[in-house]
């Protein structure tokens, strides 16, 4: 009986020993199952923008303490970005204001705005002599045909000239730390202007409010634009050829904002003046065949953007309770004048059809020399090795036509649609209208 009790408490020590192994073995693989997690939790939170909530500038954490900064917790060095995201030490354009990969884009924009209305004006006074469409005259400034009223009081003539485009750059994005100056943007620009005749010399005064909205991709940002300007312009007429010189200045108010690559919140300034300086000179002609007539032309014209220096407030950290500290330090934007120089040669064909709608097509090829898009430098380099540069503004075509309406009575307009084409990564429609009243 006691060899049958002894194999009984061998056989349950056994089985005691067995357990007691499988519970070790669960125990082990629940802790390396929890450590695996917690590895994984860590790492996502060190490689994404968003884990921690930890601003790029955070005052504990940020980049901008230098390649390395000390960990909180046991006070050790740690690579770069570890709390903050990597984003925000291996992004270029993504760290970037709004203002410097666009700036050059508004001027451009502006000048295309401003100096066409202007041009179009001179170039329409100038043929008043005409023959095509029953003395009403049209012509093509990058931005669609101006009309005018003349001879309001004293021989002065009042003019209005409005034009609004949609504009894209579609530079591929990727990620934030590949760069890329893709943006999608409209602008809009009204025109008044009055002027008088002196024998075949024409002198006016431009008054012009332009407004732009851009959306940045890689920083997920925009940029605003109001403002206005008023300039001064001369046009002679010499007979087979008319000349056109101007120029101008005002502000323009601009606000911009982008995403903090490691908080997600908004980062932005506001109430931001530039000062807006542009000129501009003209040379064309006319020549009538049947129905036709042809206007060829050549332009330049310069626009300066000049942006002072701002700061962009980063909002805190109080959207988290992981950092040490709540506080973020905003940051510094260099001044910067942006500019867009164009020559542009162009041909505008009207069809005279002797009724009340006048169709016209319109032909140019404009070499610019705009301010690229810049991007911050990364605060180290990464292992992106396809970083991409930003488009090259060298030059575009432009094409359309529209419809000029004459009723022969005391009101008269147009409609117009260009596009432009064969520009580095962009593309543009513009839409134009004008009404005129005679008095």
């Known amino acids: 009986m006691n060899k049958n009790i002894n194999g009984y408490n061998k056989k349950v020590k056994q089985l005691f020993i067995i357990w007691r192994y499988f519970m070790n073995f669960i125990k082990n693989t629940l802790i390396l199952a929890l450590i695996s997690i917690s590895a994984l939790v860590l790492n996502s939170r060190a490689y994404s923008a968003n884990s921690y909530n930890i601003s790029c500038t ?36 993504g760290r970037t204001n709004s203002s410097a990969i666009v700036g050059g884009e508004i001027a451009r924009s502006a000048a295309n705005a401003v100096v066409g209305a202007v041009s179009g004006r001179l170039s329409a006074a100038m043929s008043m002599d005409s023959n095509t469409a029953a003395h009403m005259s049209y012509s093509s400034n990058g931005s669609g045909i101006g009309m005018a009223a003349n001879h309001v009081l004293g021989g002065l003539s009042l003019w209005t000239n409005f034009s609004n485009s949609n504009f894209e750059n579609d530079q591929t994005y990727s990620s934030v730390r590949a760069d890329s100056n893709a943006f999608d943007g409209d602008a809009s620009a009204f ?23 851009i959306d940045t991709t890689v920083n997920g940002g925009n940029v605003e634009t109001e403002g206005e300007t008023l300039g001064l312009y001369v046009g002679l007429n010499t007979g087979a050829l008319h000349l056109s010189v101007g120029a101008g200045q005002g502000e323009y108010d601009i606000s911009t904002t982008r995403r903090d690559l490691g908080s997600d919140l908004t980062i932005s300034a506001s109430d931001v003046t530039a000062d807006i300086t542009y000129y501009h000179i003209g040379l064309s002609g006319e020549l009538n065949r049947g129905k036709l007539s042809f206007r060829p032309r050549v332009n330049y014209r310069s626009f300066d953007l000049e942006l002072p220096q ?17 506080a973020t330090a905003n940051e510094t934007v260099a001044g910067k004048t942006y500019s867009s120089d164009m020559g542009e040669a162009g041909l505008s064909i009207a069809i005279t059809t002797g009724a009340k709608l006048i169709p016209f097509i319109d032909v140019a090829y404009v070499n610019e020399d705009t301010t690229a898009a810049a991007y911050n430098t990364e605060a ?36 117009s649609v260009m596009e432009t084409t064969n520009r580095d990564d962009y593309s543009e429609t513009i839409l134009s209208g004008s009404l005129k009243l005679r008095f």
Do not use: H
Request: glycine share 12%; with cysteine; charged share 15%.
């Open 310 to 326: 701002f700061t962009d407030i980063v909002p805190t950290d109080s959207n988290t309770l992981t950092a040490d500290t709540t």
């Open 380 to 415: 180290t380099a990464d292992a992106t090795s396809a970083d991409l540069d930003a488009s090259a503004p060298d030059g575009y075509v432009t094409y359309g036509g529209g419809l000029i309406l004459n009723l022969q009575s005391r009101m008269s307009g147009y409609i």
């Open 58 to 93: 955070n005052l504990a954490y940020g980049t901008q303490l230098g390649s390395v900064y000390l960990n909180a917790s046991d006070g050790l060095s740690q690579p770069y970005g570890v709390y903050t995201g990597l984003d925000c030490a291996y992004a270029g354009a």
């Open 191 to 213: 025109t008044i202007g009055l002027d008088k005749r002196f024998g075949n010399l024409i002198v006016g005064v431009a008054f012009n409010s332009f407004d732009s909205d």
